[in-house]
T-cell receptor
Framework: KQEVTQIPAALSVPEGENLVLNCSFTDSAIYNLQWFRQDPGKGLTSLLLIQSSQREQTSGRLNASLDKSSGRSTLYIAASQPGDSATYLCAVNVYGQNFVFGPGTRLSVLP | EAQVTQNPRYLITVTGKKLTVTCSQNMNHEYMSWYRQDPGLGLRQIYY???????DKGDVPEGYKVSRKEKRNFPLILESPSPNQTSLYFCASRPSGDLYEQYFGPGTRLTVT
């Protein structure tokens, strides 16, 4: 059964730093991987979707990469801002199992 | 505006009192799904529906029911809620086919006393 982990569980950085969030999954039989942002007590906002055939996707200051063979994805945030503070979740769309989520990384960007 | 809506957003109820959480989407999506989110456990799928009248269990279906009589609506029913169903619930939708992203509703915070 697919398992998704995210490292680190929490991260605190000063404003302006570039940072990397990691997502690992155990089974490479996936259709795609999606990164979400969740603000406290709020819903999930989709950030990036990477198909299994793609290596990376970019949106503004965000860049997500996917290495399906090694079961890893990274979310790179450039020039972090206090408004980036949130929990970041990755989810894999798995053959025959639908979506499996990681536990999230809680990010704090300090002014 | 394309969106997934849920009602109510907050609900406090007592053990055993039947309740329904509604979910509606205006994007003509075939696939809809319910998740619950608990501290330390992340998001777990309760039920999903591939289309009207087609539903299937997710990872944690016990104590829940769903129905899909119309394409836009996918209500979550708790026939006899218990305190262990206290959680944050999310509804999501996407087009059919496995290559599309999911869109999430704002969440329903349920407390069962």
């Amino acid at each position: 059964k697919q398992e998704v982990t995210q490292i680190p569980a929490a991260l605190s950085v000063p404003e302006g730093e570039n940072l990397v969030l990691n997502c690992s999954f155990t089974d490479s039989a996936i259709y795609n991987l999606q990164w979400f942002r969740q603000d406290p007590g709020k819903g999930l906002t989709s950030l990036l979707l990477i198909q299994s055939s793609q290596r990376e996707q970019t949106s503004g200051r965000l860049n997500a990469s996917l290495d399906k063979s090694s079961g890893r994805s990274t979310l790179y945030i450039a020039a972090s801002q206090p408004g980036d503070s949130a929990t970041y979740l990755c989810a894999v769309n798995v053959y025959g199992q639908n979506f499996v989520f990681g536990p999230g990384t809680r990010l704090s960007v300090l002014p | 505006e394309a969106q997934v809506t849920q009602n109510p957003r907050y609900l406090i109820t007592v053990t055993g009192k039947k309740l329904t959480v509604t979910c509606s989407q205006n994007m003509n999506h075939e696939y809809m799904s319910w998740y619950r989110q608990d501290p330390g456990l992340g998001l777990r799928q309760i039920y999903y529906s591939m289309n009207v009248e087609v539903t299937d269990k997710g990872d944690v279906p016990e104590g829940y029911k769903v129905s899909r009589k119309e394409k836009r609506n996918f209500p979550l029913i708790l026939e006899s809620p218990s305190p262990n169903q206290t959680s944050l619930y999310f509804c999501a939708s996407r087009p059919s086919g496995d290559l599309y992203e999911q869109y999430f509703g704002p969440g329903t915070r349920l407390t069962v006393t």
